[in-house]
């Protein structure tokens, strides 16, 4: 029957004190991975909290069941370990005790699925009528923002008002990707051939990380993008910075990059507007390319030093890239760099 | 062993070897399929390593993107289908016949061609890294980037030709073992005096034959899209790439029961045997597992929540997820219940039964807790849910085989594993699959996405990955020592004895390693723990008959021909119609051999 007295109550005091201080350290480290960056778990949008409160209630039950199975499983394996001259109950089962845990699992179960069907039945049907809407299309491997409403169009970077619904129309023109940005929501794909829907309403301006989720091929791991969510005034500077046409340069080297751009064959694949011979849609639309905090599909910064990386051997940075190596001179580069960087 | 004659040797060994590739003794074929299906574990576990190796800082150097979407591919792949699949059917050859008192299978020949079917889609698969590159798809390999448009090459043809061929032998292992359990039981064994490990046998393959065939369809399907042009799954002209994740999936969420269920059963038998007592609610355990089989078949589009389900099918499939977990959580208290009150032995099997429990329960945890599609938008395609799959995988499926590799390693060879050396490898996974996989719960909390072959640094996700790789060299170094601790073991002299566990079920009740024969007399079973009862009501063994006139088939080489022929068939599959036709004739040929083999 098992250790008693003294061994006993030392085995079941050493056990529960094993489990209290690996929950405590689990519950450190999962703190810590919660204040990252691209935390899954600071919500900044209002569906996103409410998802969230979902979440936190099943994370406690899971550390109650965590801790309670461990705790068993300790305490039975000190206590019962074999001994001189010990005598194994004889138990076929006790049905009580079957009916108990089986209510267990149910109550837990229950628990968890009232809070969870609310948040599916109010998170995930139609966007209010209000909301502002942006077409999220996925390619390989970038992602493209369209405010059909707007007449903008961009890439990359995605900016959105605070405090106002958001309908994120979600396509893909190749594979599946999928659009996530943990702060502002769970994930939604982008499927070829349907389109789906996704809505949320941030509440707190500020800059927030996005990656493709679903496995898209070889360059997955470069498709990433950000949210940028402004006051309403900075968003509506913003809009009409977007809308603007893009002036070709009419001297210096960069005037020497708008026709080089045309050389070089940019235009079969990007779209300056204002430059009447790009009007390319394979590649993303490039007339405020300056204004855009990152390039090459959200893997680099917007920077000189990597734009230069980016034009010199495009594959050779992102791994598959439908941007082919150009094999453009020094001279040539000097000349795009200088032209992309007024396109603001 | 013909050493000591060096003319002789080369002789036998020859003929040693044709023993092994005619053999229909399910004895033999358990350990064709054990030995193969480890080597495939060490090879899975080598692509693990390169792909953690890349991972273990940022913006890693160690291998390109395509390698690495290759390795990962090929690693869920390898453990799935070559390692983890065939170490089950393993034990399942193994123990079938013996632990419900019959001389074999019910198609000893059936289950020969299922090894060697199997051997070649195992090597087939792998070879495709030698052969101009492996899968690179992902082992759910989803449409529209598996069509010729986004993959071209024969990385997924690949895919489609060997996935085809293990299927098959699957298949024909699952009827085998269903159609023995059921028919081939010794006198007095009712269903409810089966062993638990033979239920979870019985249940996994229903679980096979049932998903088997849907999978097949999407893998015809997939190479008649890349190979003759059909528009099953590509949008542009009509498919619908949804279809292909629905119909893999229904096929794949039972596979994932097909992994878990056998080392669920091999838990079941260790702990009573271990802890001396009957199992705690036989009747609920095996209920239990059965309704997680069905159940296991209504979940499928758990794993498509994020792909636009739609309100409505969100909720029903994350109830029926959910409900999953009141079977599993039934299992857990049961286990439990059986160490309770016991004088538990801790031999090395027991460590890995223990850590099982627990290790699953996490990996269960995680499982309920995705089931909440609310949750679910942030684990789903993140590394919370490879930290899921692995507590299930490795703390499951991996650490009950070794439990049963060590429970069952005295009757299958008549020698102990050592069990100082065997304790050294249980500490050394248990901490190394702890250490790999636990942080991966909090890079996913940190939104580090699945499938990823680099990342930049400043996300806080460098400590939790370099954590993670070190512990897959801890776990290299427990299974090193486990195979040292084999080979020594193979030496020692046989002196286990029948019975060495005292433990209660058939397969204990004859030598060890048992006879061709298995029984000299097939014993009757009057309780759920025969031995036990014998034991407990003093009856002795039945006397061993003067002459024994057992009619056992007769070794045959034709599972081997129609296994070529399968061969041919697939390779024909990859390169040209006409090696195609050559296998056919070769199956022909050899189905039409075995019609008329004589069996006596």
């Known amino acids: ?344 | 062993m013909a050493t000591a004659v060096g003319t002789l040797s080369h002789t036998e060994d020859r003929s040693r070897i044709w023993e092994w590739m005619t053999t229909v003794d399910h004895k033999k074929i358990a350990a064709l399929y054990g030995v193969t299906g480890f080597i495939f574990f060490l090879i899975g576990g080598i692509e693990a390593t390169l792909v953690r190796t890349q991972l273990a800082v940022p913006n890693g150097n160690v291998i390109d993107a395509d390698l690495f979407n290759q390795l990962f591919t090929t690693h869920a792949l390898t453990m799935i289908f070559l390692a983890i699949m065939p170490m089950g059917a393993s034990f399942f050859n193994y123990l079938i016949p013996l632990q419900i008192g019959a001389r074999d299978v019910a198609f000893p020949r059936l289950n020969a061609l299922g090894y060697w079917t199997y051997l070649t889609g195992a090597v087939m698969l792998t070879s495709s890294f030698f052969l101009g590159g492996a899968p690179n798809g992902g082992w759910f390999a989803y449409a529209p980037l598996t069509s010729l448009e986004y993959a071209a090459g024969k990385n997924l043809d690949f895919y489609t030709v060997s996935l085809l061929i293990l299927g098959v032998s699957s298949l024909m292992g699952s009827l085998n073992f269903a159609v023995t359990i059921i028919n081939m039981r010794a006198p007095g064994m009712t269903m409810m005096r089966l062993p638990v490990y033979m239920w979870m046998t019985l249940v996994v393959s229903f679980l096979l034959i049932l998903s088997l065939p849907i999978i097949t369809v999407a893998l015809v399907q997939l190479y008649f899209d890349r190979n003759f042009g059909t528009n099953f799954f590509t949008p542009d002209t009509g498919g619908d790439p949804i279809l292909w994740q629905h119909i893999f999936w229904l096929f794949g969420h039972p596979e994932v029961y097909v992994l878990i269920l056998p080392s669920m059963g091999i838990v079941s038998e260790v702990l009573p045997v271990m802890s001396r007592k009957p199992l705690f609610g036989y009747s609920a355990i095996v209920f239990a597992g059965a309704a997680i089989g069905v159940l296991g078949f209504a979940v499928w589009s758990h794993h498509m929540f994020t792909t636009g389900l739609g309100t409505v099918p969100q909720i029903v499939f994350s109830a029926s997820t959910m409900a999953i977990g009141i079977p599993t959580g039934i299992k857990i208290f049961n286990w439990l219940g059986t160490m309770y009150g016991g004088n538990i032995r801790f031999t090395t099997a027991t460590y890995f039964s223990v850590a099982f429990i627990f290790l699953f329960t996490i990996g269960g945890i995680s499982g309920v807790m995705h089931a909440s599609p609310a949750v679910d938008g942030q684990h789903q395609d993140s590394y919370f849910v490879v930290a899921h799959i692995h507590y299930v995988l490795f703390g499951g499926a991996i650490m009950g085989i070794f439990s049963g590799i060590f429970y069952w390693f005295p009757k299958m060879t008549g020698r102990f594993l050592d069990e100082t050396s065997g304790k050294w490898t249980f500490w050394l996974l248990f901490v190394g699959m702890n250490l790999t996989f636990f942080p991966m719960h909090f890079l996913g909390l940190a939104g580090m996405p699945r499938r990823i072959y680099t990342y930049d640094e400043g996300l806080g996700w460098e400590t939790w990955n370099l954590v993670a790789t070190v512990g897959v060299y801890v776990i290299i170094v427990g299974v090193s020592i486990f195979i040292v601790n084999f080979f020594r073991t193979m030496r020692q002299p046989q002196t286990a004895g029948d019975n060495p566990w005292d433990a209660a079920t058939l397969e204990w009740a004859t030598s060890s390693p048992p006879p061709e024969h298995n029984f000299d007399v097939v014993p009757e079973v009057h309780d759920r723990d025969p031995l036990w009862y014998n034991r407990d009501h003093g009856i002795a063994p039945a006397a061993k008959p003067e002459h024994l006139h057992i009619h056992l088939p007769p070794p045959s080489y034709m599972p081997l021909v129609v296994a070529m022929g399968v061969a041919l068939l697939g390779i024909g599959g990859l390169s040209h119609v006409a090696v195609a036709v050559l296998g056919v004739a070769v199956v022909v040929y050899g189905i039409w051999g075995w019609a008329l083999e004589p069996t006596e």
């Open chain 1, 1 to 344: 029957m098992g250790r008693s007295g003294a061994g006993r109550i030392i085995a079941i005091v050493v056990s529960l004190v094993i489990t209290a201080a690996t929950v405590g350290l689990l519950y450190i480290a999962f703190v810590d991975s919660a204040n990252t960056p691209q935390t899954t778990f600071q919500a900044m949008s209002e569906n996103g909290q409410k998802a969230q409160d979902v979440y936190t209630l099943i994370f406690i039950l899971a550390g109650i069941v965590f801790a309670g199975v461990m705790a068993l499983t300790l305490i039975f394996s000190l206590v019962y370990r074999e001994r001189e001259g010990g005598k194994a109950l004889q138990l076929h089962g006790n049905s009580k005790l079957e009916v108990l845990w089986t209510f267990i699992p149910v109550l837990i179960v229950v628990v968890m699925a009232v809070p969870t069907f609310q948040v599916i039945a109010e998170t995930t049907g139609a966007a209010p009528e209000e909301s502002l809407t942006v077409q999220a299309v996925g390619h390989q491997w970038w992602f493209e923002f369209d405010y059909p409403e707007l007449g903008v169009v961009t890439a990359g970077d995605l900016h959105l008002p605070v405090d106002r619904p958001v309908r994120v129309i979600l396509q893909s023109k190749d594979v599946i990707h999928s659009f996530w940005v943990p702060q502002l929501s769970g994930k939604v794909d982008m499927v070829p051939g349907h389109d789906n829907q996704l809505w949320f309403t941030p509440n707190t301006p500020g800059e927030y990380l996005g990656q493709c989720a679903e496995f898209c091929g070889i360059s997955h791991a470069n498709m990433r993008f950000r949210v940028f969510v402004h006051t309403q005034a900075d968003f509506d500077a913003w809009v009409q910075g977007q809308l603007a046409e893009a002036a070709t340069p009419t001297e210096g080297l960069a005037a020497e990059g708008a026709q080089q751009f045309t050389l070089s064959g940019c235009i079969g694949c990007h779209t300056v507007k204002g430059n009447a011979l790009a009007m390319g849609v394979v590649g993303p639309n490039l007339t405020h390319f300056a204004s855009r905090t990152r390039l090459a599909g959200g893997m680099a910064e917007n920077n000189e030093a990597e734009l230069r990386r980016w034009l010199s051997n495009p594959p050779a940075m992102k791994p598959g890239s439908i941007m082919p190596n150009l094999n453009l001179s020094p001279e040539a580069i000097d000349k795009l760099v200088a032209y992309l960087q007024t396109l603001q």
